[in-house]
């Protein structure tokens, strides 16, 4: 059997008295695409900003590429191929949408000294998520969409085996939010695996191989999108009794 | 071999002020250019972590101070070569630097700045309470008449400034335009971003708070020898670290070169007032002229240039 390449085994997260993850396991394997869904408060982002490195998991451990990186500071995730974006966009506000690229090229993917490749590489990106027409536009004066998608191109730039996208699509619009699953697909398909924490269930369902459910900081179902449909746990999880 | 022009005016100017020192005998002159060197040093070094790291430090005072300090104390242990002093200013100030590093990891924004103002005056107390550096009462150091080839030693003083000041320039801007100082741009801007991008935050930010700890030492270091006569209250003043930021704030924070036109500007209209109108009222020029800018043109001097210019370009084609 394959080496997952990412697995929590048991990760606990306190808050003070506050338990925000309870015992909290998840497997990805190389390439897949997990979602992560849950109420509001569940614990979704709490789970991923463990595996980011953001926060300490108090319990339990996080092993990537079978190594046990619990503990690891975030920079060193991001370089050993762990890339994140965020819930509310966090540009590099005094620098263009390109120069935003060149921190993760330069810091996470280690090109040290090749700065035209550096610059291919931010352009060629910046196409793929069709914002090339902004690459030297400053990032502060992007709209809403144009902020996921950056936040998602800079996540890319470091050049990472895992993507944790946490809700690029909150907000947007129908065919926005299909702009953005496209952009997903695309970076999948390339064998970047990718967890997406989502809302926008029509997104989670139709992108997800896997998903997995959290509700006030415990796991409480897991399996393919039709089994989780199915699952009365979730939709008392979701809507109550 | 292709010399940056920053290289070429720094040697300019430092054979220029050697000239200048060498011949001129007025002793004034050196005393307002010592002032307004000293304040280029405090603002650049400031800026670096102020400016590009985006740590807002209240207590250059404080490191200021302990420099000086340092100079004080080696002075009354052994009398070392004024070199000496200033090396061991720059570590002493430098760990402490590295010490305000830390801090960081647990306060930010206002806290970090209320805790560096409660810093200064620790160390201000700490001072005044050691008697071997003479305490409350303050410490007189006696310089010698001449050195070198110099007429008189302010002379001598006003060209080691130059040099330290060219030194420090070089530093930040070094910082300003590396990979360095990319990382503590991201930093500035999302700290946690910075951070899932790749970027070492801490140790970018222990790096920015040495080298500007250190930095502040030199400029404090040789202080002794200016006044001749140091007591803690002068030591610590905190209209050094007032001065410290509103250069920065008037020239410009983004870059190397805001510090160094603020404080040029500034420090020579401070040194004019305190000649021609009184020794008090450049610290109104100092509040009147950052309230002004602040409000007008929040980007500093620097800013404002490059504003001008890219309006400049826009409307250029069309006129043409």
């Not at chain 2, 130059?162 to 590396?178: D, E, G, H, P, Q």
Request: hydrophobic share 50%; proline share 4%.
């Amino acid at each position: 059997m394959d080496q997952p390449l990412l697995e929590a085994r048991n990760v606990v997260k306190r808050f003070g008295g506050f338990v925000a993850l309870n015992d909290v396991s998840l497997r990805l394997m190389p390439g897949e695409r997990l979602g992560l869904i849950g109420p509001n408060g569940s614990g979704k982002t709490t789970m991923i900003n463990c595996v980011s490195g953001a926060l300490f998991n108090d319990g339990g451990n996080i092993l990537f590429k079978g190594e046990d990186i619990t503990g690891m500071p975030a920079y060193r995730r991001a370089r050993m191929g762990i890339a994140r974006s965020f819930q509310i966009p966090k540009p590099f506000r005094s620098m263009t949408v390109l120069e935003n690229l060149h921190i993760p090229l330069e810091f996470a993917a280690m090109h040290r000294t090749d700065y035209v490749q550096e610059e291919f590489e931010g352009i060629e990106i910046l196409d793929a998520m069709g914002l090339k027409h902004k690459a030297h536009a400053n990032s502060a004066m992007l709209n809403q969409v144009e902020m996921r998608k950056l936040e998602l191109a800079r996540a890319l730039a470091s050049k990472p085996d895992l993507l944790v996208s946490d809700e690029a699509m909150a907000g947007l619009s129908t065919s926005e939010v299909d702009e953005i699953l496209d952009i997903l697909f695309k970076l999948n398909e390339r064998g970047v695996a990718i967890i997406m924490i989502e809302h926008v269930m029509r997104a989670v369902m139709r992108f997800s191989q896997h998903i997995v459910v959290l509700d006030a900081g415990q796991k409480i179902a897991e399996g393919n999108p039709d089994e989780i449909l199915g699952n009365p746990l979730v939709e008392k999880a979701y809507l109550g009794e | 071999m292709k010399i940056a022009p920053f290289w070429i005016v720094s040697i300019l100017l430092f054979a220029a002020g050697t000239y200048f020192a060498a011949t001129v005998e007025n002793q004034y002159y050196f005393f307002a250019g010592y002032t307004i060197l000293q304040a280029t040093i405090m603002a650049t070094a400031w800026n670096i972590l102020g400016g590009f790291t985006g740590y807002v430090n209240f207590g250059s005072a404080g490191f200021f101070g302990l420099g000086a300090y340092t100079s004080v104390a080696l002075y009354t242990a052994f009398e070392p070569p004024l070199i000496v002093m200033i090396v061991a200013a720059a570590v002493v100030c430098g760990l402490l630097g590295l010490g305000t590093g830390y801090l960081t990891l647990r306060l930010k924004g206002v806290y970090f700045a209320i805790a560096t103002l409660a810093l200064a005056i620790v160390l201000e107390t700490l001072m005044i309470n050691w008697d071997y550096v003479g305490g409350s009462t303050g410490a007189y150091i006696i310089t010698p008449e001449r050195v070198l080839f110099f007429p008189t030693y302010i002379g001598y003083l006003f060209v080691l400034m130059l040099a330290l000041t060219i030194a420090a320039v070089a530093i930040a801007r070094y910082l300003n335009s590396s990979r360095v100082g990319r990382g503590l741009a991201a930093i500035r801007d999302d700290e946690t971003a910075a951070e899932c991008a790749g970027v070492p935050t801490l140790k970018l930010k222990l790096l920015s708070t040495t080298v500007m700890g250190a930095l502040m030492g030199v400029a404090g270091a040789p202080l002794p020898f200016f006044v001749t006569f140091v007591e803690p209250v002068s030591a610590f003043n905190l209209l050094v670290a007032v001065n410290a930021i509103a250069m920065p704030m008037i020239g410009g924070t983004a870059s190397w070169i805001g510090p160094v036109v603020g404080a040029l500007l500034l420090g020579s209209v401070q040194e004019w007032a305190k000649v021609t109108i009184s020794s008090e009222w450049n610290i109104l020029i100092v509040g009147v002229v950052l309230v002004g800018f602040i409000t007008l043109a929040p980007r500093g001097i620097v800013g404002l240039v490059q504003s001008l210019r890219q309006k400049a370009r826009a409307h250029g084609p069309a006129a043409a």
